[in-house]
């Protein structure tokens, strides 16, 4: 099976949800119009408000639901053929059970119920919350606690959202429950810089292609871009094929929307050229004895 993907990194309005939406909604008027065969949309974390907003979070964030219906109203809006359809992908700040959440949604909007019910999929809320340097999330949000793979019109995927994807284990997970596409969303500050180089989008050019040649992946990564706080996101956002390969990449300063095709079938080739995921599987009962281990004796020699 093959898919269109587009990414969209663009800079939202701190706080302005209301403004951000319309921006969201200017994006599927311009798929539209210029590419009404892309099937999935993938946005970065937090692009509903801006990433650093602290105490301010519970004046944006929303249920997982409300979010839902206001990005099927907004897509009844934008488009006009009876038969359009778009998977999105995107970070909110959300409110459940009584928690704030930094949290990724993954939907299918249709232009009519009669042609394709849409769905609200699957809810990711970040599991590795960042307490170094500019971030102190704990303070603000609750943790995510589970990782988990889900199934899409277009197979099986999983979303991580920024810190989650620097500890090796949680793509792994993915991987294990079944992903064949990763959906990676991140708010990214630059830092380290020194010439040419900037040391996050460094670590983002090994770590993602990393995650994807490991376990025979697709990775689709949405990076946020703009300023907050004289604090610069570096977006890169990209494309990667599952022997680690970057299709496409994106500006580090500049809003753009990023199209490539993925073909579902390539996982399945590149695994049987390279079954590191299927070594990893056979030796899951040895691994899970090792971590009980480690979590009942953690300092054990």
Not at 18 to 46: C, H, K
Not at 63 to 86: G, I, N, T
């Amino acid at each position: 099976m093959k898919y269109e993907v587009a990414v969209a990194q663009i800079k939202p309005q701190k706080g302005e949800v209301a403004f951000n939406l319309e921006r969201i909604g200017e994006i599927f008027a311009q798929l539209e119009a210029d590419s009404p065969d892309t099937n999935v949309l993938v946005l970065p974390e937090t692009i509903l408000s801006g990433y650093f907003l602290e105490g301010g979070v519970r004046d944006v964030a929303r249920s997982a639901e409300q979010l839902f219906q206001e990005l099927l109203a907004l897509y009844r809006r934008h488009v006009s053929r009876a038969d359009a359809a778009l998977d999105v992908c995107l970070g909110f700040y959300e409110l459940f059970e009584g928690k704030y959440y930094n949290s990724a949604l993954y939907v299918t909007l249709s232009a009519s119920n009669d042609y394709l019910l849409p769905t609200l999929n699957h809810v990711h809320r970040k599991f590795f919350l960042p307490t170094y340097g500019v971030f102190d999330e704990k303070r603000f949000v609750s943790r995510g606690r589970t990782i988990d793979a889900f199934q899409t019109r277009f197979g099986r995927v999983a979303v991580l959202i920024c810190e989650d994807v620097w500890h090796s284990i949680s793509a792994t997970l993915a991987a294990l429950k079944g992903a064949m596409v990763v959906y990676v969303l991140s708010a990214s500050p630059g830092r380290e810089f020194g010439g040419h180089h900037v040391g996050n989008i460094a670590q983002w050019n090994v770590l993602i292609p990393g995650i994807a040649e490991e376990h025979n992946v697709w990775v689709v990564y949405a990076g946020l871009v703009g300023f907050e706080g004289g604090k610069g996101f570096t977006g890169s956002s990209q494309v990667v094929d599952p022997w680690g390969n970057s299709l496409i990449q994106a500006s580090i300063t500049n809003e753009a929307v990023i199209r490539a095709t993925i073909d579902m079938d390539d996982v399945a080739i590149a695994r049987a050229n390279s079954p590191l995921l299927a070594d990893l599987e056979a030796t899951l009962g040895d691994i899970t004895l090792q971590l009980q281990h480690i979590a009942q004796s953690p300092h054990q020699k």
